[in-house]
């Protein structure tokens, strides 16, 4: 928290959950990208990205207001599926039934999450 401007402080909510676990439904050919941005959207939380047409993919800027970069040049949002970060974009990571999908922001490229060890 130290990282973040006074104002961003107040974009994290006190418990540190933008939005609590909650369970989903999805439909087969979904990806993680599909299932953030309709959550979001059900939900009423704010999320910015851009896309690479060329590839199929999506990154993610900022969820809830809190962008990448907000916490220094190593901050920003990444992902995790059943416990390991993929290494690829979350538009190419299809969902699967049982899938628990966790969205984390990082002040430290991953590393002060556990995400520094990328899964295949």
């Known amino acids: 928290m130290g990282k973040l401007d006074e104002d961003d402080r107040e974009l994290v909510p006190s418990d540190g959950w933008i939005l ?29 990205f851009s896309t690479a047409p060329i590839y199929n ?4 800027e900022g969820i809830g207001n809190l962008f990448e970069f907000s916490a220094g ?14 290494n690829y974009g979350c ?6 039934s049982g899938d628990v999908i966790e969205w984390l922001y990082t002040c430290d490229l991953g590393h002060d999450i ?4 990328y899964s295949k």
């Open 20 to 48: 609590s676990p909650v369970t989903v439904n999805y439909e087969d050919g979904d990806s993680v990208f599909d299932v953030l941005k309709r959550e979001c959207k059900a939900h009423g939380i704010h999320m910015e």
């Open 57 to 60: 993919t999506a990154y993610i």
């Open 114 to 117: 556990g995400g520094s060890n």
């Open 73 to 86: 040049s190593n901050s920003g949002w990444m992902y995790r599926v059943n416990g390991k970060f993929p």
């Open 91 to 96: 538009s190419l990571y299809d969902v699967k």
